[in-house]
């Protein structure tokens, strides 16, 4: 099993700083089937990054993903008041198919 | 439009069983891999269960295998979760997302809540 280990657990900022957001895979994720969620409370996730880097339809261009192997990174450039939720990382190419713990990104 | 609805979840006794069920629309479901995740209350995402577009290929968390059974009618455009043997750890909201190769789990359901207790 592939444990997926996020960092930092919460992130407190402020609107218009940037996030970096850590996802550490236990072993190296399958051709970059790694995937970023956003959740806000009482709503179901929402894909933001998949293949590693590639941003799925409708997401703003201030989310990037970056990482290969074991590393895999989620930055958004410049918090706006609605990306304020919480961050999961999964990886989907083999199972289990493993969510990491998640990051909550809290305002400052 | 593009809509995952799932249905079935409720108040169950702990040894008890329930079924969800995930009703697709607005796109070729026969086309998608789809999986049922969950989430208990406070809790972080837990996948439980893969089925590829066929149904030929499955997996199942070790914490449900055993107990819980997936399966989709491609023809009704749904997905199903048979869940047996009910524990309280199994309490939480569970979700049908849909995925197509590299792309990820893009669409979601809204949930439904599986409360397993006495």
């Known amino acids: 099993e592939i444990v997926l280990t996020q960092s930092p657990g919460t992130l407190s900022l402020s609107p218009g700083e940037r996030a970096t957001l850590s996802c550490r895979a236990s072993q190296s994720v399958s051709s970059s089937y790694l995937a970023w969620y956003q959740q806000k409370p009482g709503q179901a996730p929402r894909l933001l990054i998949y293949g590693a880097s590639s941003r799925a339809t409708g997401i703003p261009d201030r989310f990037s993903g970056s990482g290969s192997g074991t590393d895999f990174t989620l930055t958004i450039s410049r918090l706006e008041p609605e990306d304020f939720a919480v961050y999961y990382c999964?990886?989907?190419?083999?199972?289990?198919?493993?969510f990491g713990q998640g990051t909550k990104v809290e305002i400052k | 439009q593009v809509q995952l609805v799932e249905s079935g979840g409720g108040l169950v006794k702990p040894g008890g069983s329930l079924r969800l069920s995930c009703a697709a629309s607005?796109?070729?479901?026969?086309?998608?891999?789809m999986s049922w995740i969950r989430q208990a209350p406070g809790k972080g995402l837990e996948w439980v269960s893969y089925?590829?577009?066929?149904?030929?290929?499955?997996y199942y968390a070790d914490s449900v295998k055993g107990r819980f059974t997936i399966s989709r009618d491609n023809a009704k455009n749904s997905l199903y979760l048979q869940m047996n043997s009910l524990r309280a750890e199994d309490t939480a909201v569970y979700y049908c997302a849909r995925g197509k190769g590299l792309y990820g789990f893009d669409i979601w359901g809204q949930g439904t809540m599986v409360t397993v207790s006495s």
């Open positions: 607005g796109f070729t479901f026969s086309d998608y891999y």
């Open positions: 089925i590829s577009s066929s149904g030929s290929t499955i």
């Open positions: 999964q990886q989907y190419g083999s199972s289990p198919m493993t």
